[in-house]
């Protein structure tokens, strides 16, 4: 199928989850060098600071140091509770080391007491930590010299860089609320859906789109994605009590498919529905990442080759 009958070029990253990655240096560089191998897009690290997860952004600088083609994203990195001149630095320096290959989402970060506490913010000013911070970081990213006033922070003619901007392009926020969509229609410049359907990321899409049409912005028809966890053969009991009990309205077979032709119809479906960038999630961690990822990897060409919708970008 060509672009104007309907064909959507999209692109699949790997993503890592918030379980443990490796157990030595050895196993984590193999995992990367062998996303890199097998062909995949780019590679994505959650943040969790109260959970056995890496932090992305030092694991990163160092998958990109054993790595010259794919791409190295956060999904996501967490911004209320963090001075936004710390965190502007850190990915000035992450991106410096990612050779401009470095793709920073933003969010509120996980829904859970124990994270808010470990940033040292409370449920309820998250989102205006969030709203005052972003701007801040993207200016200090563009290389400007920022002076701020805030509740949360006071600056004074700060710059993090020699002056140049920061090999970061765009800013892509997370988040499913009404409030987050909107959000990220007047602050972000793409989108990234997590355990979400078709009928979710259309929806959203289109929420976003409007408010930024609204706001007089434009909204990048290709930046859009899902995050996704992904069965070859069975999902893992504690994979389907988690959706379960995180969203108890949705299918769990829409929110992880199982098999090729599950995830078939799930790419399919979403890219139909507008996301054209994709972050597959091992549903569980293999025993060796070098013959579990080919076998992926495999798995997402061949649903792809199938598709009546969304064909692999190259």
């Not at 959507?8 to 990655?21: A, S």
């Amino acid at each position: 199928m060509s672009e104007e009958s309907g064909t959507r070029r999209i692109r699949v990253g790997l993503g890592l989850g918030l379980g443990p990655v490796w157990n030595s240096r050895a196993e984590f560089a193999s995992c990367v060098e062998s996303v890199e191998a097998s062909g995949w897009d780019s590679l994505w690290l959650s943040e969790h600071l109260t959970g056995p997860t890496p932090a992305p952004l030092p694991a990163l600088a160092f998958a990109a140091a054993i790595t010259s083609r794919i791409r190295l994203g956060t999904s996501v990195t967490v911004v209320p509770g963090r001075s936004p001149v710390d965190l502007a630095k850190s990915l000035w320096t992450a991106a410096q080391l990612c050779d401009g290959r470095l793709l920073p989402i933003f969010g509120l970060g996980i829904a859970e007491g124990a994270e808010h506490s470990a940033f040292n913010v409370s449920p309820q000013d998250r989102g205006p930590w969030f709203d005052e911070a972003l701007p801040v970081i993207r200016q200090l990213l563009q290389g400007h010299r920022v002076t701020a006033h805030s509740r949360f922070f006071e600056l004074s003619d700060i710059c993090v860089t020699d002056g140049r901007p920061a090999p970061v392009t765009d800013l892509w926020m997370g988040g499913r609320s009404d409030v987050e969509l909107r959000r990220t229609a007047r602050l972000g410049d793409g989108w990234l859906a997590s355990f979400a359907d078709p009928r979710q990321t259309r929806r959203g899409i289109e929420v976003i789109t409007k408010h930024a049409k609204h706001i007089g912005r434009k909204f990048d028809s290709g930046h859009f994605g899902l995050l996704f966890p992904y069965a070859r053969e069975r999902r893992p009991d504690t994979m389907t009590e988690l959706l379960r009990r995180a969203y108890p309205l949705d299918d769990p077979d829409e929110l992880c498919p199982v098999g090729i032709d599950a995830l078939r119809a799930v790419l399919d479906n979403h890219s139909e529905a507008g996301i054209t960038k994709f972050i597959l999630v091992p549903a569980e961690r293999p025993d060796d990442w070098a013959s579990a990822l080919e076998l992926l990897r495999n798995d997402v060409t061949e649903a792809t080759t199938q598709s009546n919708f969304a064909r692999l970008a190259h």
